[in-house]
DNA sequence: AAAATAAAAGAATATAATTCTTATTAGAGT
DNA sequence: ACTCTAATAAGAATTATATTCTTTTATTTT
């Protein structure tokens, strides 16, 4: 076992999940300490790929993109040279956020960002219908969104 | 229509969706611009809400999370009341990173992030089936993902 | 075309990140 | 239990970046 994240590699990661333009001072302060261990500390985060890296999180629906859908689709085929190439495809599609290859009963399950139900309709049909081997296709419209966090639970 | 993105706008929202820790200065030079625009312009896309916050992307399987389930729901009631005391009770497990209510086959679209297997189990046993409604709910096992992005499309 | 408005450039300042040096702490070995 | 060693933290100094302010340029309006 390389490193494991101590107590307070744990705290500095859920203060970055939330805001990433916290500063070491403000961190150190939080957690009583100086900002030169925070600083290394974060460093040595990321350098070792605990933090993938920093985004800024936008507004979809300020931003004009005011539907989510998540799809389920199973294959016809399921040889390996083909599920690759379903992914490659997948990759090209910038509504596409999320691609899972999903055990149940789906193979695939998708989510996608779209402007709006026209937007959703055109990707299924000038997109998704034209890649072969695709069997069952089912969608899941979003009404409203509960919860949606990038935060993953590090306990604590 | 109080604003509208121009093109430089998406640009820099393309840009701090990949990586909210570029300079200001290294997105002027993208743009082929000088700093205090670029940096006006960011500050407006924050203070009007296109940017909701920044931050740090993790990285689940280096952190000890190596398992995504998404769980179809259906319940039992659909009184307003209930739905809301079910949504505010998911967003008190932290392993629900988020929670859709859509239409279709289900009602609520939940997606965890959690350790194993037998974390996803524990979840099953001793939170989600002590809330009442519940009817039919199916599990989708991530065997793998094939695309799991922040980055949403503004076009361009 | 002139005036008014908004956006960009450039320079100056303030703040935070980063580096470096020194001190402290915690652990391993005797 | 003591000393040595390595790791971690503290503190000061430096560098880089964010932020502000002023001037200039471009754009829009009348």
Redesign the interface.
């Known amino acids: 076992m390389p490193h494991a994240?101590d107590k307070i590699d744990t705290q500095i990661?859920n203060i970055?999940?939330?805001?990433?333009?916290r500063t070491t001072k403000s961190i150190a302060e939080e957690l009583s300490m100086t900002t030169s261990p925070i600083f290394e500390r974060i460093k040595k985060l990321e350098k070792?790929?605990?933090?993938?890296?920093?985004?800024?999180?936008?507004?979809?629906k300020?931003?004009g993109?005011k539907l989510?859908v998540?799809i389920?689709i199973t294959l016809q085929g399921h040889t390996r040279s083909y599920l690759e190439k379903f992914?490659k495809e997948?990759?090209n599609f910038?509504?596409?956020?999320?691609?899972?290859?999903?055990?149940?009963?789906?193979d695939?399950?998708l989510k996608l960002?779209v402007e709006d139900i026209e937007a959703y309709e055109t990707f299924i049909i000038t997109k998704l219908t034209l890649l072969p081997y695709l069997g069952n296709v089912?969608?899941?419209?979003?009404?409203?969104?509960?919860?949606?966090?990038?935060?993953?639970?590090?306990g604590l």
């Open positions: 994240l990661l970055l999940q939330i805001d990433s333009n070792e790929g605990y933090i993938k890296k920093y985004v800024a999180v936008l507004d979809n300020k931003i993109l989510t998540f389920g992914v997948i990759n910038p509504e596409v956020v999320e691609c899972h290859r999903v055990s149940g009963n789906f695939y399950l960002v089912q969608s899941l419209i979003t009404l409203s969104t509960g919860k949606e966090t990038n935060v993953i639970d590090l």
